[in-house]
């Protein structure tokens, strides 16, 4: 990170390399268009690479704030497109772009993670687990998510708040990390 | 002695709401004001947050594709080029680069990015932030030449018209630019604020160029600018013309090799005539 504050183009590379395809997915998952992820992404990454040094370590590893600033820019594209009707990944063939590529050991670890966390999630009252995708994956607001459900706004965050409990607690401490 | 504040129990429910960036932007700024001084919602926060932090791994995987990195790279190398050439002014105060423009990405501008903050923080601003900016696409400004901070400098340095762009009073107006891209519309958006290039359907520079931004005044050659960029994926960029357009006969656009050029080596793909 270092490098990159010094604008050492080959050092933010480096972090592309190793975080572009889970900012993709996240972009692609949260956006269900090929097209809005590539923005989403590229906006991210360049907002990185003029600000990396902003990065702290006390806050997290590299990866959690790469997806951190992904999230972000996803969901100010969602709002502003106001493409809130859910759009699924697998409506664009996602199988065909699903990654190919030889697994590492590390790739191997992320993915026994990401089961890990697709199981705590599927392990989630199905009503605390929707608040929780509309939320985080959907952009959508507490009040939002309320007047979709009709259902209300105490009860979207009371649930909102005993799913993402009950997913720590199901994670465990220090299992599950984004390395 | 007590770990929470006395309005606690209003909170409480918020935590989720807040890590997941789905409070109102008015609530989430007076939880931004709780959190800062109730022990026991920052514990929670800090407790979910690993939660949190987890649902990016429940995504299938997905590759990028090759093209978005080359695209990227060929914006970073060459802002990375202007920052070399910059060299240690680089690193004078953000607010050299930002007094011309009131367009220069909030971030710079304002000195606080999402990347300051915490990833909850982080999540927590979206909307507000989004909201503030009174829905102009935040999306715009990466397409912006400016790298701020360096290319800002740089044209400092080199005798280059950083600053503001037009007089004050100048009304808004619009000019439709001629291109030689089929299908691509063009125009340059002049105010007192600024100009500004918006494009839709161009198509991207071709690979290893980027597009560079050059003011023509009479019987002069083009002056370059700062502004290298590329397009969206949707052939879409907004992209501020740096300096001012006194006198300027003529905004132009060619592609360029990555860092740009001193001189165009093509001819323009993009003519706007401000005057």
């Known amino acids: ?179 | 002695m007590s770990t929470h504040r006395p309005d606690h129990a209003q909170w409480a429910d918020s935590v989720g709401a807040y890590l997941l960036g789905a409070l109102e932007p008015v609530e989430w700024e007076r939880f931004e004001a709780h959190l800062a001084e109730c022990p026991r919602c920052l514990h929670d926060v800090a407790d979910l947050r690993v939660a949190v932090d987890t649902l990016p791994m429940s995504v299938p995987l997905v590759s990028p594709p090759p093209a978005l990195k080359g695209r990227i790279m060929a914006v970073v190398n060459s802002e990375a080029q202007l920052l070399a050439a910059a060299g240690q002014r680089a690193d004078v105060s953000e607010t050299v680069a930002t007094g011309r423009d009131a367009d220069v990405p909030e971030t710079v501008a304002t000195g606080r990015d999402a990347d300051e903050r915490s990833p909850a923080s982080d999540r927590g601003r979206v909307g507000g932030r989004r909201r503030r900016l009174g829905g102009r696409p935040l999306g715009g400004w990466l397409m912006r030449p400016g790298v701020a901070l360096a290319c800002a400098l740089l044209l400092l340095a080199g005798g280059g018209a950083a600053g503001v762009l037009l007089s004050g009073g100048e009304e808004p107006r619009t000019v439709v630019a001629t291109t030689q891209a089929p299908g691509a519309d063009v125009r340059l958006k002049i105010s007192e604020d600024g100009a500004t290039l918006v494009a839709k359907n161009m198509p991207a520079p071709p690979s290893g160029r980027v597009y560079q931004v050059w003011l023509k005044r009479p019987g002069q050659d083009p002056e370059p600018t700062s502004s290298l960029w590329s397009t969206r994926s949707d052939g879409s960029a907004e992209v501020a013309v740096p300096g001012s357009l006194d006198g300027v006969e003529a905004v132009l656009v060619t592609d360029e090799p990555e860092g740009g050029s001193a001189a165009p080596t093509k001819p323009p793909v993009i003519t706007a005539t401000p005057a």
């Open chain 1, 1 to 179: 990170m270092q490098l990159m504050r010094r604008g050492q183009a080959a050092a933010f590379e480096v972090i592309y390399e190793r975080h572009s395809q889970a900012a993709y997915s996240l972009a692609y998952r949260m956006a269900g268009s090929r097209g809005v992820a590539e923005d989403v992404v590229q906006e991210a990454f360049l907002n990185i690479w003029r600000s990396g040094a902003r990065y702290e370590r006390a806050r997290g590893s590299v990866r959690t704030w790469v997806l951190g600033i992904v999230h972000h820019r996803a969901i100010d594209a969602l709002r502003r497109s106001f493409v809130h009707e859910k759009r699924r990944a697998s409506d664009e063939g996602l199988e065909e772009t699903l990654e190919t590529r030889e697994r590492t050991d590390v790739e191997a670890a992320r993915h026994e993670e990401a089961a890990t966390v697709r199981a705590a999630l599927a392990h989630l009252p199905s009503e605390q687990s929707q608040v929780i995708e509309l939320a985080y994956f959907g952009g959508f607001t507490h009040s939002e998510i309320a007047e979709m459900l009709e259902t209300p706004i105490g009860t979207v965050k009371g649930r909102m708040r005993l799913g993402l409990e009950k997913m720590r607690h199901g994670l465990g401490a220090g299992q599950v990390g984004l390395g």
